[in-house]
């Protein structure tokens, strides 16, 4: 046995870099990667274009290694920054230990010396018995090698694609409570595991500790694809009309669902060295030609990279691609071959198993070893060739901002923080809040709007919903928001006369309930005139006079008509108005219907849900009250007043104002400017105004929802559209849609996983900033959003039954867990 401190390659760590005993210098950057599934073609290439100018920069005799860790993990409850109220606590539980890969990359750079010898599979520093420095550094090369660094560096973040960040040295050599990159190496420990000795045996197979570590290479020419690029199509999201991108090695990076490390090599050598030695080996194969065809397509090949290195002016490298795979299952360590062959596959390559080599590589793969690695085992390529197999993406990322929403990640549905108004806005990617949603019947639309507003409230925002078919009831009473509904045993009831506790008098609320009165008196096509406008001001302002000097009076329209009849009646007389100028008893007569006794006289005296200003969470329902012709305009003007009364007075919090199918009743003449008003001005408030339609024909009949809401939306939100895929281009051209959004679009639960109940949404925030999630819940939240009449019925079934809606839930998700239920 061979004591590891003998043939250590590492000699320290300072300066930030990792020197080897050799004389190597190393410096290691940390990667943040674009999200996987959110790159377009054009993407793929100009990405792939930035690594190439970059690693161009590199000096001779360097070594670019990217080392991609894909390490099993499971997701973490965190109760105190979700909330604690009834279905947030649900939604930790249910995705308490959810299984998915954490992927981290790394990016070392190493300069070796000049005149360093080349490692092989037989001549490596794991081979010796010990090892001793060849040289000393020299200041003037560490300060160039460190420029070039820079630069590269400078390359890739300029790109807009990837930011590097620079490892301090005790991220490299780790310290008594974390672990440093090398030791992770070496020990093959997860991001948050603690520092921890483990025996490696690397004879015959590599053990580390429990885990039996295999490794498979790409390393002959033989084993890889006759084409490469920057992506290839994912079948699973493609169409017969569009082509889904991925990275090309995508399939040996997130892809890839086990523990395992994609490491990725690229020697720069003296190239004119290396031509040199191609011209004497294909003049070499020329010789033998005639005793193998084999010489002469080997020979051939050879000429053809030599043209094309002189004729295009590449720079030769040598390259090395490989994959560490590793399991403590026994079992799922049997099936580790499959994936990995199973991923190659998708890539046209061959997986080779390595056996005589791999201690040599896996030991080159320690950061600051990379020098070390044995060159037998590379092949000739060019920097163009081999970035095509570099991992280009990672797993979606979380918004660390507080406004966010709750989704799963497409791969595993890992929960995700996704902050779709604040920090896309901050970030000006939008310049509005506004949204857009469109999805078909059964798409789980209200499922996710639902969702968001619950999200929203538990943020601390307003919210106010106009609802046609009971989408939100469930969500409402479960955090006892506002219910407004019409039946014939329950009326809809407002008091726009009613003044809440912080409200006050003004001008808005004196203009608001003036309109109001001047609608429910004039019809439509019917004007006003100016003093008929100055009769029915004084009289509201006397009126509120009124009721402050009378405390006992309770301020509602019936009690205002009282006013008109009595002490308003007295000040008509001694102004000695004109009838001409203002008909107090046709006045009078038309708004009867509306005082006490009358067909109408529950509509504006209501004595309960009083506080609408303060009120957090609104809803009204108006599939009974679409169609007539006296409640509906009151209501929409009510609710109109109480958003404008919200977006003014409540200064500093989210005012969010969702419209659901009920905007074609709105987009009427007369009501349809509320819409136009809501989308250029609430903006200006801290306001969202949110838009939801069901048909692309909606779209293209409304001029509204064309113009007015679709143009002033940046948000636009739409979900499962498969129906249209033959005739999408209708709704790319409406939407201003980019063909990497139209794949996306069309992605939709094209590969869900079946064992898990989900639909997915598209999200698009302002110019090329989209992505596709899981709209993903727990059994609790699905009870509280489901709009299905079967599953409504029994919620309130157990709600009855257990007093309130929460323990009714509560029950009826236990019994459906214990599969007493659905």
Not at 733 to 741: A, I, M, Q, R, S
């Amino acid at each position: 046995m061979v004591e590891a401190s003998n043939i250590f390659p590492i000699y320290k760590i300072e300066h930030n870099c990792i020197l080897s005993m050799a004389g190597d210098i190393t410096i290691v950057y940390s990667a943040v990667l674009p999200e996987i599934f959110t790159l377009s073609e054009r993407d793929y290439e100009t990405y792939h274009q930035a690594w190439i100018r970059a690693i161009k920069l590199l000096p001779q005799d360097s070594v670019f290694h990217k080392q991609d860790w894909f390490i099993e993990a499971k997701h973490k409850p965190n109760f105190d920054k979700h909330g604690s109220s009834f279905l947030s606590v649900s939604s930790e539980k249910f995705f308490n230990e959810r299984p998915y890969l954490e992927h981290e990359c790394f990016i070392y750079l190493t300069k070796k010396p000049s005149g360093r010898k080349v490692s092989t599979s037989t001549y490596s520093n794991i081979c010796k018995k010990s090892i001793v420095p060849t040289q000393t550094i020299d200041p003037v090369l560490f300060r160039e090698f460190a420029d070039a660094s820079g630069q590269f560096e400078r390359i890739l973040s300029d790109s807009g694609f990837c930011r590097l960040e620079r490892l301090n040295d005790d991220d490299l050599a780790g310290s008594a409570n974390k672990a440093g990159i090398i030791e992770r190496y070496c020990f093959l420990l997860g991001k948050e595991q603690m520092p921890m000795i483990r025996d490696v045996h690397v004879k015959g197979d590599i053990q580390i500790g429990e885990k039996q570590v295999e490794l498979y290479t790409l390393s002959d020419t033989d084993d890889l694809p006759t084409l490469c690029g920057s992506r290839i199509n994912y079948d699973k999201y493609s169409t017969d009309r569009t082509k889904f991108s991925i990275g090309f090695a995508s399939p040996l990076g997130a892809l890839l669902n086990c523990n395992h490390i994609l490491n990725q090599y690229v020697f720069i050598d003296d190239a004119q060295k290396t031509l040199k030695r191609l011209e004497a080996k294909k003049l070499r194969l020329h010789s033998l030609s005639s005793y193998s065809r084999e010489n002469a397509i080997n020979r051939d090949a050879t000429n053809d990279f030599l043209n094309e290195a002189i004729a295009s002016g590449r720079s030769p490298v040598k390259a090395h691609f490989n994959v560490l795979v590793w399991s403590e299952d026994q079992t799922k360590a049997k099936d580790l071959k499959n994936l990995v062959s199973s991923a190659m596959a998708q890539m046209d390559a061959v997986a080779k198993i390595e056996t005589d080599g791999k201690a040599q590589i896996w030991y080159a793969g320690m950061p600051g070893n990379e020098a070390d690695f044995p060159m037998n085992d590379t092949f000739d390529t060019f920097i163009e060739q081999s970035t095509c197999f570099f991992n280009l993406e990672t797993n979606y990322r979380s918004s660390i901002s507080q406004y966010g929403i709750r989704f799963g990640d497409r791969l595993t549905g890992n929960p995700v923080n996704v902050d779709i108004s604040n920090e896309p806005f901050d970030l000006g990617w939008i310049n509005n809040r506004s949204k857009f949603c469109i999805g078909g019947s059964g798409s789980g639309k209200s499922f996710l709007l639902n969702h968001t507003l619950r999200s929203y409230y538990e943020q601390g925002s307003h919210i106010v919903v106009m609802d046609i078919g009971h989408s939100y009831k469930g969500l409402c009473e479960l955090v006892g928001g506002y219910y407004f509904t019409y039946t014939e045993e329950n009326p809809i009831k407002f008091n726009p006369f009613y003044l809440s506790q912080g409200d006050v008098w003004d001008t808005e609320k004196r203009e608001s309930i003036k309109t109001l009165i001047l609608a429910l008196w004039k019809k439509d096509d019917e004007p006003y005139r100016r003093s008929e406008y100055v009769a029915i001001s004084n009289a509201l302002t006397l009126y509120f006079s009124h009721l402050e000097n009378n405390s006992d009076i309770f301020p509602c329209f019936n009690s205002f008509y009282d006013f008109l009849l009595s002490e308003y009646m007295v000040v008509l007389e001694n102004g000695k108005v004109k009838e001409k100028d203002f008909d107090i008893g046709n006045f009078l007569y038309v708004l009867n219907p509306y005082y006490r006794g009358g067909e109408f006289d529950y509509l504006l005296n209501a004595t309960e849900n009083l506080d609408m200003l303060h009120e957090r969470f609104i809803i009204f329902e108006l599939d009974n009250l679409k169609d007539h012709p006296i409640l509906f305009p009151v209501t929409v003007m009510i609710i109109m007043e109480l958003v404008i009364s919200k977006m003014r007075k409540l200064k500093g919090l989210r005012k969010i104002m969702l419209i659901e199918e009920c905007w074609k009743a709105i987009a009427k003449p007369g009501t349809a400017e509320y819409i136009r008003y809501l989308f250029k001005t609430m903006r200006k408030f801290y306001g969202e105004p949110i838009v939801v339609t069901q048909e692309i024909e909606d779209i293209i009949s409304s001029p509204i929802v064309k113009n007015a809401i679709i143009n002033n939306s940046d948000c636009k939100i739409l979900l499962d559209q498969s129906k249209y895929e033959n005739k999408f281009e209708i709704i790319q051209e409406l939407l201003g849609l980019t063909d990497k959004e139209k794949a996306q679009v069309l992605s939709l639960n094209k590969a869900n996983d079946p064992n898990r109940k989900y639909k997915e949404v598209f999200i698009s925030l302002g110019n090329g900033h989209s992505k596709v999630f899981r709209t993903e819940v727990s059994i609790e939240e699905y009870l509280a959003y489901s709009t299905e009449e079967r599953e409504k019925v029994q919620v309130q079934e157990y709600t009855r039954k257990y007093g309130s809606i929460q323990k009714g839930i509560a029950v009826l998700a236990q019994e459906i867990r214990l599969g007493k239920k659905l």
